[in-house]
């Protein structure tokens, strides 16, 4: 029992404090057998770790491709060149091809999905350009465009298109069907046009027979004329279509043509006979018309115009010094001239000039020749400037008179209607009027008069 105390206080010195206070509280109980360990099992050895296989070499980088166009904003339009056949796209501010159309114009040319365009000069394209110059461009003709695919820039044109071949078929090559269609078209395209004329009216204006007209032979009437020989007189005068005044039918200096149906000289006195069948009209066109003389003017005293219109003339006296025979009438006579039948003409609307409302005749007043009013027509120009009869003008259309004949004169007053026309009137001094060709006027105001071939 010593010898157990003495081990634990030898013990209790070994221990930390806390051990020895648990022993100090056991000490008088009984030992207790100490439990058995348990067995610990072996530790289990480690897995062998599997052979690392060879890593692979890395693979070659490819090139850099262009990068895909994104999906086009909803609210971004893609621009379509049914023309060319491609479509475009916008994205990053550059312009991309989206589609092309096999077999287009784009396709041939070598355009592709993905290029992106460029102008002329490098810059990156805009829409609205590249859009703008493709739909100005003219099919026919080259379009060059400049691409990058990738790392590369290239042009890209298309091909000029051949200009379309005259292609042209016969009768007999036609079918059954394309000659009923063409006579059809044909019959309604006769038929429109007999509308449109009929709409459209005549354009022909008759004068009425027995008008009277006045001639010269530029050269004189020949002496030595023999049956059967032409001759060509020039209208010293103008033919009115009506007593109006308004339009000018037979403009001066119109041709008339004459064969000489009888001529005798006998040394005391000659005789003509003169038959009048075509009229040259000046402006316009030839329409044959008879006519006969019955009047004759000017300084052959001893000319007249007998039954007939044969006209008698007293010879010359015989004179050897003379080289040739006298004229039966001189340059300055003048023949008149009967229409037997209606003269209808038949002349487009620019033929047709107009008066402004009067006619005029020659007169002499201190050794200067003038132009006095013999009709002033009614509610026409001149009456509404004023103007009488009796009233000289000593100038027309900016021109003296003193050198002035009467077929020149009435050549001034007629012009287009709606034209002006100045004259000067001599009242103490000289006035300058100035009068409107082809007007009516009524209550102060003025109008157009109808055309002379809707007039009749």
Same mark, same amino acid.
């Not at 070659?60 to 609210?75: G, L, T």
């Not at 004169?409 to 100045?422: K, M, N």
């Given at each position: ?6 081990? %634990? ?14 022993? $100090?509280?056991?000490? !008088?109980? +009984? ?18 770790? *599997? ?15 262009? +990068? $895909? *166009? ?12 049914? !023309? ?32 992106? /365009?460029?102008? &002329? ?8 350009? =590249? ?29 000029? %298109? ?10 007999? &090559?036609?079918?059954? @069907? ?9 019959a309604q395209g006769l038929s429109d046009g007999r509308a449109v004329v009929k709409m459209v009216g005549p354009l022909t204006v008759p004068v009425r027979a027995d008008q009277g007209l006045w001639l010269r032979f530029p050269k004189g009437l020949p002496a030595g004329l023999k049956a059967g020989d032409e001759l060509v007189a020039e209208a010293a005068t103008g033919l009115t279509v009506d007593a109006t005044l308004d339009f000018m039918?037979?403009?001066? !200096? ?58 008698? $003339? ?12 006298? *004229? ?10 009967? /229409?037997?039948?209606?003269? =209808? ?11 402004? !409302? ?5 007169? &002499? ?9 013999? @009709?002033? %027509?009614?509610?026409?120009?001149? &009456? ?70 809707? $007039?009749?």
């Amino acid at each position: 029992m010593k010898r157990i105390l003495a081990v %634990i206080v030898i013990a209790s010195f070994a221990l930390p404090s806390g051990a020895a206070t648990v022993l $100090a509280a056991t000490a !008088g109980q +009984p030992a207790r057998k100490a439990a058995p360990k348990p067995k610990s099992k072996p530790a289990a050895k480690p897995a062998a770790k *599997p052979a690392a296989k060879p890593s692979p070499k890395p693979a070659p980088k490819a090139p850099a491709a262009a +990068p $895909a *166009p994104a999906a086009a904003p909803d609210n971004l339009d893609a621009i379509a060149l049914f !023309g060319l056949g491609a479509a475009l796209v916008s994205q990053d501010e550059s312009l991309y091809v989206a589609s092309v159309r096999p077999g287009s114009r784009a396709d041939l040319a070598g355009l592709k999905t993905g290029d992106e /365009l460029f102008d &002329e000069d490098g810059a990156a394209a805009t829409r609205e350009g =590249v859009a703008a110059k493709v739909r100005a461009w003219t099919p026919g003709t080259r379009l060059a465009l400049i691409i990058r695919r990738g790392l590369e820039v290239r042009s890209v044109e298309t091909a000029a %298109i051949p200009p379309a071949r005259d292609y042209a078929r016969s009768d007999k &090559e036609l079918s059954e @069907h394309e000659k009923a269609l063409a006579s059809d078209r044909s019959a309604q395209g006769l038929s429109d046009g007999r509308a449109v004329v009929k709409m459209v009216g005549p354009l022909t204006v008759p004068v009425r027979a027995d008008q009277g007209l006045w001639l010269r032979f530029p050269k004189g009437l020949p002496a030595g004329l023999k049956a059967g020989d032409e001759l060509v007189a020039e209208a010293a005068t103008g033919l009115t279509v009506d007593a109006t005044l308004d339009f000018m039918a037979v403009p001066p !200096g119109s041709k008339m043509r004459a064969r000489v149906l009888e001529a005798v000289d006998d040394g005391v006195t000659r005789k003509v006979r003169l038959a009048f069948y075509a009229l040259d009209l000046n402006g316009g066109g030839t329409y044959v018309n008879l006519a006969y003389a019955t009047a004759v003017s000017g300084d052959q005293r001893m000319a007249r115009v007998g039954a007939g219109g044969t006209l008698v $003339a007293a010879a010359p006296l015989p004179d050897a010094k003379r080289r040739a025979p006298d *004229p039966v009438l001189d340059t300055d006579a003048r023949l008149r001239v009967r /229409l037997l039948d209606p003269l =209808v003409i038949d002349e487009p609307p620019s033929y047709w000039r107009a008066g402004p !409302g009067l006619w005029v005749k020659t007169v &002499e007043d201190s050794g200067k020749r003038l132009f006095e009013v013999t @009709h002033a %027509i009614s509610g026409r120009s001149a &009456e509404n400037a004023g103007l009488k009869v009796g009233d000289r003008f000593d100038a027309i259309g900016g021109r003296s008179t003193d050198k002035m004949d009467f077929a020149e004169a009435i050549d001034r007053l007629y012009g287009a209607p709606g034209s002006d026309v100045e004259v000067s009137v001599v009242r103490g001094k000289s006035q300058t009027m100035k009068l409107k060709r082809g007007l009516r006027w009524a209550s102060g105001k003025s109008e157009p008069l109808a055309p002379a071939y809707n $007039a009749q």
